[in-house]
């Protein structure tokens, strides 16, 4: 188990699965640039898009890489085909807004992709975001989620970071939030500073006790 006072989330592949529109839209990019699709695809999880531009198109201008990069957020605010919820993700949220316990989402994407997936996705509507425009570094940078816990009003130790790529894991723990990662993955760093890995937002089980949280994990690994 582990305490906390408010969580702070990652959107894709940890509230709502995308994966498939995202690589769509990437596999595209791979082929205009002629560079392979895998090292693409392997790269961009989890990482700002203007940051996975500017590492393969090194010697772009910044107008080709503001141009691309509103031709491929164009390609994924508009391909919603297959965006939902992930399991336990809306009935995880709807008991935080019950008990009164503070959360926000905090997303490497912009406000008109948020805002469209999580649209389609149905989620509860946060209080408060964290996106790509929020900051001037994106993870794996600790600032989004140091901006988070400050939206809260908590300090980053007292919130817990549920995520599900390696450059999400760096973010929060650098920022000194606990960590929980939602559907383990071979590349997932920091094992030994991962408070909890679950298979999906199902595997938890929460208490409030005045403004502590004990989360609960239901046969999962906790670290």
């Known amino acids: 188990m582990l305490k906390?006072?408010?969580f702070l989330f990652d959107l894709d592949g940890t509230l709502i699965d995308s994966l498939p529109a995202v690589e769509r839209a990437?596999?595209?990019f791979a082929d205009k640039m002629g560079i392979n699709r895998d090292e693409v695809l392997n790269y961009v999880h989890g990482t700002p898009a203007i940051l996975s531009l500017r590492h393969f198109m090194p010697g772009a201008t910044e107008e080709e890489i503001d141009s691309t990069f509103k031709w491929i957020e164009k390609l994924e605010t508009e391909d919603t085909e297959g965006i939902a919820a992930l399991p336990g993700a809306i009935a995880l949220i709807d008991k935080l807004n019950a008990l009164d316990i503070?959360?926000?989402i905090v997303t490497s994407g912009t406000v008109p992709l948020a805002s469209a997936r999580h649209k389609v996705a149905e989620l509860p509507e946060p209080a408060h975001w964290v996106t790509a425009e929020?900051?001037?570094n994106g993870k794996p940078n600790p600032?989004?989620?140091l901006l988070g816990a400050q939206k809260l009003g908590l300090l980053p130790e007292e919130c817990v970071?549920?995520?599900d790529a390696a450059v999400g894991v760096h973010?929060?723990?650098d920022a000194g939030c606990q960590v929980v990662v939602v559907h383990d993955s071979p590349d997932i760093p920091r094992r030994d500073e991962i408070q909890m890995t679950i298979t999906n937002l199902e595997d938890i089980e929460i208490v409030k006790s005045g403004g502590d949280?004990?989360?609960y994990a239901m046969n999962q690994d906790v670290c």
Request: proline share 8%; with cysteine.
């Open 4 to 6: 906390c006072r408010g």
């Open 26 to 28: 990437w596999i595209k």
């Open 102 to 104: 503070p959360w926000a």
């Open 134 to 136: 929020s900051v001037e």
């Open 143 to 145: 600032e989004p989620y």
């Open 161 to 163: 970071v549920f995520e």
């Open 171 to 173: 973010a929060g723990l």
């Open 213 to 215: 949280v004990t989360i």
